[in-house]
């Protein structure tokens, strides 16, 4: 492949779920071409050390995108009467993997829909010093994904006595919805004393996640 046929996968989502679900396209991208892919996202973080990209450049960089084929996933747009742009497709209604497909034009077997993350070695927790525990994310989202704290609060005290840790995880934050509305994400800590252990908001990475998720028992998330 010669440098004016390089691939430039643009990728718009807004979350770090949505972003990752590109995975599954730059595998398949990059078999195709038998090379490597370049990438833009605003979650660089995501996509190091996978071994199918080129580049891994953030939306915000400035770059000359003049030597690429350039894709993009997460843009199906059109404009309004009002000149206001909208999105084309609702991605929730079908897999958000295979959406990413259908922006390139072509689709994902069963087997294709795994999604990459290729983590390093390195993680700040002493997973051996939390002992037998499972995950719970515990965030508020919008109304129809949301579990009550009661609810959590009742599953934490059920996991503690049949004598597991409880490690809550998640980040407060604000997102702003695709209808410019803002949802507010908060996460619920359980009361339970020693046997629960609130990682949430410390700073952590996705890749230090990652191996808190690996080791643990089990992960109840919404």
């Not at 993350?117 to 993680?123: E, G, I, R, S, W």
């Not at 009742?154 to 997102?175: M, Q, R, T």
């Amino acid at each position: 492949m010669n440098e004016k046929n390089q691939i430039l996968l643009k990728i718009f989502g807004v979350g770090m779920g949505d972003t990752l679900t590109a995975t599954p396209s730059i595998r398949k991208l990059s078999n195709i071409y038998s090379s490597k892919i370049s990438i833009r996202s605003k979650y660089q973080s995501l996509f190091e050390n996978n071994p199918y990209i080129e580049n891994n450049f953030n939306l915000s960089d400035v770059i000359d995108e003049s030597p690429y084929q350039v894709f993009s996933v997460f843009e199906q747009r059109s404009i309004t009467e009002s000149n206001q742009i909208r999105s084309l497709r609702k991605h929730h209604s079908c897999f958000t993997e295979r959406s990413c497909a259908y922006d390139l034009g072509f689709d994902l077997t069963s087997d294709e829909l795994q999604l990459d993350f290729f983590p390093t070695n390195n993680c700040i927790y002493n997973i051996k010093n939390l002992g037998n525990y499972i995950c719970l994310h515990t965030t508020s989202n919008w109304k129809n994904r949301t579990w009550s704290q009661e609810n959590w609060q009742k599953l934490s005290d059920n996991l503690c006595e049949l004598g597991f840790n409880v490690v809550i995880i998640g980040k407060d934050y604000e997102e702003i919805n695709f209808d410019k509305s803002i949802c507010y994400k908060k996460c619920f800590i359980p009361l339970g004393g020693e046997k629960i252990i609130n990682i949430t908001n410390d700073g952590s990475s996705i890749n230090d996640l990652w191996h808190i998720i690996n080791n643990a028992k089990a992960l109840v998330t919404l």
